[in-house]
C-alpha cells in the first residue's frame, strides 16, 4: 500500500520484510562499492516482473560489478542482449538478490524510475521475420492480460479483455496477443 501511494521511503523500508531472512546469506542490501564485486540477480517473481525490472541491470553493471543473472529458461534469448552481464549460476559471488528488489537498492522514486531506453532489443532474426509477416501499421500492441496459470496469485495479475477496452480507443492499435498456452 506504501508504494501504490508513492509513499517510497517507507515502502521501500518495508518492502525489505519480504526478504529479511536473507541477510545472513549475503543479500545485497546497498548499492555502494559495487566495484569489482560478483551480484548473482535471480528473477522472483513472473515475466512479466523480469523484464520490468532487466532496466536496473545496466545501473549495476555501470558500478564495474560483474552481474550473474538467473531468469526464466523462457526469457534467456531476450535477456542477452542487456551487456556486462551473465547468464549463469550463483557460484563466486559475492552477493545475491531477488530482481524484484533492485529498485529498493536505488532508491526508486516515480521521478527517479530508470528509463533509458531500450534497455533491452529483441533478436534481429526474429524481428526482421516478424515485420515481414505483420502488415505495416504504424501503431501495433502486443497484449497479455494473463498470467502463468501456475502462478499462485493468477486472479491477482490478470484481467479480462473487455478491462483493456479502453486502450483501443487512444489510436485504434493493431493489437497482437502474447499469451502462450502453457
Do not use: H
Amino acid at each position: 500500500l506504501l508504494l501504490l501511494t508513492e509513499d517510497f521511503n517507507n515502502g521501500w523500508r518495508e518492502y525489505k520484510f519480504f526478504y529479511e531472512d536473507f541477510d545472513k546469506y549475503n543479500f545485497l542490501s546497498d548499492v555502494e562499492n559495487l566495484e569489482g564485486n560478483k551480484i548473482f540477480i535471480y528473477s522472483d517473481k513472473g515475466f512479466g516482473d523480469t523484464i520490468q525490472y532487466l532496466r536496473y541491470i545496466p545501473l549495476i553493471t555501470s558500478m564495474k560489478a560483474t552481474v550473474n543473472l538467473e531468469v526464466q529458461p523462457e526469457l534467456k534469448s531476450l535477456v542477452k542482449t542487456l551487456s556486462g552481464l551473465n547468464l549463469s549460476e550463483k557460484s563466486d559471488c559475492n552477493y545475491f538478490v531477488p530482481i524484484t528488489y533492485l529498485p529498493a537498492l536505488f532508491k526508486t522514486k516515480i521521478n527517479s524510475i530508470s528509463s533509458k531506453v531500450p534497455y533491452i532489443v529483441s533478436n534481429k532474426n526474429l524481428s526482421e521475420k516478424w515485420k515481414k509477416e505483420l502488415p505495416p501499421n504504424d501503431f501495433k500492441v502486443g497484449i497479455c492480460w494473463e498470467t502463468n496459470s501456475l502462478n499462485s496469485t493468477r486472479k491477482m495479475c490478470s484481467c479480462t479483455l473487455a478491462e483493456l477496452y479502453p486502450l483501443f480507443e487512444i489510436e485504434k492499435p493493431t493489437a497482437y496477443p502474447l499469451i502462450v498456452p502453457l
